[in-house]
Every structure is written in structure tokens, then in C-alpha cells.
């Protein structure tokens, strides 16, 4: 099978955990997807959120800046300048 579409499928059920706020469950997916295929945009930049959403603001951005990398999306770029933000305040 594609890993592409197997990476996909984990990041679905990865967004399924993150929509139950069970965040630390849903990074586990998102890693799952990221080890099959490496350039998952999408998997990327939920796990960012997910990191975010638990306070983990410096992997966070690592993440996003990782899915930028990979893709220019306007939902990464969005979330970068609010981990900038958060960043800066600190």
C-alpha cells in the first residue's frame, strides 16, 4: 500500500483525537504519519496545533516551520505568526 495514503489515513484519525481534545493520542498519529512519509504537510501542521494547544509553543513551531518547508500553506503561515506571537510575550 502508498505510504502517502496510509500517512493520510493516520492524520485523519490523528485530527479525530485532536477534535476530542486528546492531544498527547492524536501527536501519536501524527508521528505515525510523519515517519511514512515525511513530507506530510498536513501532519505536520496538526501536530503543530496539537503542541500548541498543550502549551508547547518552541516544538510547535518547529513543526510548522517543518510544514512550511514542504508546503506554503496560508493555515501554516497563520499558525506561525500566532506561535511568534505567544513567543514573543514570553
Keep these: 500500500m502508498d ?9 485523519k484519525e490523528g485530527d479525530l483525537l485532536l477534535a476530542e481534545r486528546k492531544y498527547a493520542e492524536a501527536i501519536v498519529l501524527y508521528d505515525r504519519a510523519i515517519e511514512l512519509f515525511p513530507e506530510s504537510c498536513e501532519a505536520w501542521t496538526s501536530k503543530a496545533v496539537a503542541l500548541k494547544t498543550m502549551g508547547k509553543v518552541r516544538e510547535s513551531l518547529e ?24 513567543l514573543d510575550r514570553t
Design 63 to 86: 513543526c510548522v516551520e517543518r510544514a512550511l518547508e514542504i508546503y506554503p500553506s496560508p493555515i501554516a503561515e497563520s499558525l506561525r505568526e500566532s506561535l511568534s506571537s505567544d
Design 3 to 11: 505510504p502517502e495514503r496510509i500517512a493520510d489515513a493516520y492524520s
